[in-house]
């Protein structure tokens, strides 16, 4: 496949390692970027916690490319609805002529959406992960993403299982 190239915020990042397909991304897109905050957020910040480790050493080895933002004033125009990391996330996306933003968060989709940014979830990108043949389990995927706190509507979640 490898032929979108994606900026990532830290939920979808942190929800593909619990679902053991973080590492499979490198294959799915061409370039994966993510901004300093998300980067911040996860791997400073969060040191020690779920994630960290293994997006520190996905940008160490190249395949996760950490990128600034450079249009700061846009950033802080979408402080006031978003979070910094889905902001940047956005804004990076337009930047560099990305394909899409990895975003699993409504609002800051729908922003994207509203700036012409496309957007994949965590979930769009397991449909993607299976159609590339990669072996997943979606139903067991999807629930320990609900069981670690993913927010997944019952009716979502219906509607997942029967795609």
Not at 147 to 163: A, H, M, P, T
């Amino acid at each position: 496949m490898k032929v979108f190239r994606v900026a990532a915020d830290s939920s979808c990042l942190i929800g593909l390692v619990h679902i053991r397909l973080f590492e499979s991304i490198k294959d799915l897109f061409a370039e994966i970027y993510i901004p300093s905050a998300v980067y911040n957020e996860v791997v400073v910040q969060g040191k020690g916690k779920f994630g960290a480790d293994e997006i520190e050493a996905a940008v160490k080895a190249g395949w996760l490319m950490k990128t600034p933002v450079q249009d700061t004033l846009a950033v802080e125009a979408l402080l006031t609805t978003l979070s910094r990391g889905e902001t940047e996330v956005i804004i990076l996306a337009t930047e560099l002529g990305l394909d899409y933003a990895l975003i699993d968060e409504n609002t800051a989709r729908n922003m994207a959406n509203h700036m012409h940014v496309n957007t994949i979830g965590t979930l769009g990108i397991i449909d993607i992960a299976i159609a590339a043949g990669i072996a997943i389990d979606k139903k067991a995927s999807v629930d320990h993403l609900r069981q670690v706190g993913f927010r997944i509507s019952e009716k979502l979640y219906q509607k997942i299982l029967k795609s």
